[in-house]
């Protein structure tokens, strides 16, 4: 039986401002609760181009068990850097829009994260090497991450806290929404709450939207309420989690 409080939140609108590619995971999450999802992007993203970083991770690459994307971007900023041969690794991806776009570049896609989360697919992969370990405790399966340069830590953290050898690579950066002219205004999105996953989204956010009605702000973590608080800003809420699920249990 639903919960009253859970009841409540699943009858709400939610305004999602992280990327295109990104925001898709949580939307569908948002509407298995129950919920309904308002996607507007408000984060961009621009590869990282460097003769150094690519030669580091094609050789990682060369040496890994598996490579991880969490993002359509990592992948092509991934395929930008080393191209599509560099790699016999088996592939894991966030979600199905990443596995498809790993499929399209690389050719496989091997593991599919169930949630759409880092949490889920950090569970999925030490599932997945977990027989390989124990045939041999002495070896530690080589992971590589192809990640945005300001994305959380919490999937490479549960790997090595699984004894799984990481390599993180930032391979593409995230970067606020360009101002947009006229704004769009908050009211006409009839959303009652809008989650804010990085201080860059905050910067995007109102470089798009004229906050013209009050509407709950929820932040993901302390770096993006104290970006909300700089602009001057109420926030509504924080997740006591970086994650959906903390953005959901937090959401008044």
């Not at 009858?11 to 996607?39: K, P, Q």
């Amino acid at each position: 039986m639903t919960a009253p409080r859970e009841a409540a939140r699943a009858a709400r609108r939610i305004l999602i401002t992280r990327s295109e590619d990104d925001a898709s995971a949580w939307a569908d999450a948002l509407t298995r609760a129950g919920a309904e999802a308002v996607v507007l992007p408000c984060i961009d993203a621009e590869p990282i181009v460097d003769a150094a970083l690519a030669t580091a991770l094609r050789d990682a690459a060369r040496r890994a068990d598996w490579v991880v994307f969490t993002s359509r971007r990592g992948v092509e900023a991934f395929v930008r850097l080393v191209g599509t041969t560099s790699t016999k690794a088996r592939v894991a991806a966030v979600g199905p829009a990443t596995a498809d776009a790993a499929r399209r570049a690389l050719g496989r896609t091997d593991l599919v994260g169930e949630r759409g989360t880092g949490e889920s697919l950090a569970d999925a992969l030490i599932e997945a090497v977990r027989p390989a370990r124990g045939a041999d405790a002495s070896s530690s399966p080589r992971v590589v991450l192809a990640l945005a340069a300001n994305a959380r830590d919490v999937l490479e953290r549960k790997l090595r806290e699984a004894g799984i050898d990481v390599e993180r690579f930032d391979v593409y950066r995230t970067v606020p929404a360009a101002p947009r002219a006229p704004r769009i205004s908050l009211a006409s999105l009839d959303v009652d709450a809008v989650w804010l996953a990085s201080p860059s989204a905050v910067t995007g956010f109102l470089n798009q939207v004229e906050l013209d009605a009050d509407v709950a702000l929820v932040s993901i973590g302390p770096s993006t309420a104290a970006a909300i608080r700089e602009r001057g800003l109420a926030v509504a809420a924080e997740a006591a989690k970086p994650s959906f699920e903390g953005l959901l249990e937090a959401t008044p």
